[in-house]
């Protein structure tokens, strides 16, 4: 069993910049690839950033490319999001994901078994 909490979600104004975090516990040791999703108000949750086991394997959404950046610590069993710039369409309700070895596509949320209970992101203009 995994389990993961995020937190560092709150209200910025566009432009600005958040943090995200993510604490995994229980069988740490069967997490392989880590990701971030997020779900908007009427939308599908959507891919937003994936991380392999060692910190290779990193891929982002062409809407987030050059803003975000996803990293992890092992040592710590955290996964992060530094987000800088943001606009008012990353508004969302944004989740860690976490999967094992036998994750194929990293940005298909069907991928990953481990999800937490979201943190909510308000970019306001």
């Known amino acids: 069993q995994v389990q993961l909490v995020e937190s560092g979600g709150g209200s910025v104004q566009a432009g600005g910049s958040l943090r995200l975090s993510c604490a995994a516990s229980?069988?740490?040791?069967?997490?392989?690839?880590m990701a971030w999703f997020r779900q908007g108000p009427g939308k599908e949750r959507e891919f937003v950033a994936t991380?392999?086991?060692?910190?290779?394997?990193?891929d982002y959404a062409d809407s987030v490319k050059g803003r975000f950046t996803i990293s992890r610590d092992n040592a710590n069993n955290a996964l992060y999001l530094q987000m800088n710039s943001l606009k008012p369409d990353d508004t969302a309700a944004y989740y860690c994901?976490?999967?094992?070895?036998?994750?194929?596509?990293?940005?298909?949320?069907?991928?990953?078994?481990?999800w937490g209970q979201g943190t909510q992101v308000t970019v306001s203009s």
């Open positions: 994901a976490a999967g094992g070895l036998s994750v194929i596509s990293p940005f298909n949320p069907g991928s990953y078994a481990y």
């Open positions: 229980g069988r740490t040791r069967i997490i392989y690839t």
């Open positions: 991380i392999g086991r060692i910190g290779d394997s990193v």
